[in-house]
């Protein structure tokens, strides 16, 4: 079966940096995506990877590994909107994409 | 402002009832997609459509149908609503059916009693 893994809750402090990781095990690869959630509202994306390595836009980076199945997420500079819900989300075979439950991400001042 | 739109934003009704849930697009994208997202579980699939004129059956499409009779509109039926339908809907839309790059709209709260 498809699977994706995701911690269900983190806490990080403002000003920080928190990394959220993902671990993938799906019917072919065509690509990992983040979006971020905000409570009540629709997710919205984030970041794209297809090859191995980093991804950086701005505060938000994201890498990959192919051969290990995993992804991570990371936010540096952490600032109180940042709280929401991120989703990692891979793109499988048959250009599905198949969801994790997302990581409920907590900031503190 | 270009996007999606869904419609109703919240809504309740009685088991039993038939409802559709209203999703339109100005973005003309290609693809276009019905998912519900219930509390610890991902977003699933329930239908999709990769053209105007073609649906296809996502990973929970049991008691939903879909049609696509154009590029903009695609709406969800619950032909006759039971409680464990009842959880947050988001339809979106991606510009092809081979990106994971989807754009959402701000989701219809259906609550079946």
């Known amino acids: 079966g498809q699977n994706i893994d995701q911690p269900t809750e983190m806490t990080a402090t403002e000003g920080a940096i928190v990394q959220i990781n993902c671990t993938y095990q799906t019917s072919g690869f065509n690509g990992l995506f983040w979006y971020q959630q905000h409570a009540g509202e629709a997710p919205t994306f984030l970041s794209y990877n297809v090859l191995d390595g980093l991804e950086e836009k701005g505060r938000f980076s994201s890498f990959l590994s192919r051969s290990k199945g995993y992804s991570y997420l990371l936010l540096k500079e952490l600032q109180m909107k940042d709280s929401a819900s991120y989703l990692c989300?891979?793109?499988?075979?048959?250009?599905?994409?198949?969801w994790g439950a997302g990581t409920k991400l907590i900031i503190k001042p | 402002i270009a996007g999606i739109t869904q419609a109703p934003t919240s809504q309740i009704l009685a088991a039993g009832r038939r409802m559709t849930l209203r999703c339109t697009q100005d973005m003309r994208h290609n693809a276009m997609y019905w998912y519900r997202q219930d509390l610890g579980l991902g977003l699933r699939l329930i239908h999709y459509?990769?053209?105007?004129?073609?649906?296809g059956k996502g990973e929970v499409p049991d008691g939903y149908s879909v049609s696509r009779a154009n590029t903009d509109d695609f709406p969800l039926t619950l032909a006759s609503a039971v409680p464990s339908q009842t959880s947050v809907y988001f339809c979106a839309s991606s510009e092809d059916p081979s990106t994971g790059e989807l754009f959402f709209g701000e989701g219809s709260r259906l609550t079946v009693l």
């Open positions: 989300a891979v793109l499988d075979s048959n250009y599905q994409l198949i």
């Open positions: 459509s990769n053209t105007a004129g073609t649906t």
